[in-house]
């Protein structure tokens, strides 16, 4: 692991880069603490595809084509057990 200070990485900025194309991260420091780390665009797009979440809709698709899924089935009174029975209360839309 590469490790610069800010001041180092001014002035030797493109072995750095050389160093990241080459697969090693660069660590960036500030007073000895780390404060950025600089990767190939390889590594940076790896990492950001880990990323990606799929939308809830999606989600909720893939779960129900898996062959395990059952869904549940709520019982009539379960439901209205829980539900909020009182009145409706009037509401204004702030100005």
């Known amino acids: 692991m590469a490790e610069a200070s800010i001041a180092d990485a001014k002035t030797q900025l493109t072995r750095l880069i050389h160093r990241a194309e080459r697969g090693?991260?660069?660590h960036i420091t500030r007073r000895?603490?780390?404060v950025a780390v600089l990767l190939s665009?390889?590594?940076y797009a790896r990492l950001r595809k880990g990323q990606a979440q799929?939308?809830?809709w999606?989600?909720?698709n893939?779960?129900?084509s898996d062959p395990a899924f059952e869904p549940i089935?709520?019982?009539k009174d379960d439901v209205d057990a829980w539900r909020d029975?009182?009145?409706?209360?009037d509401f204004e839309w702030p100005e």
């Open 62 to 64: 893939e779960m129900r």
């Open 58 to 60: 999606n989600l909720i």
């Open 54 to 56: 799929p939308d809830f």
């Open 24 to 26: 090693e991260a660069v």
């Open 32 to 34: 000895g603490k780390p």
């Open 41 to 43: 665009e390889d590594e």
């Open 73 to 75: 089935e709520w019982p």
């Open 85 to 89: 029975r009182r009145p409706t209360r």
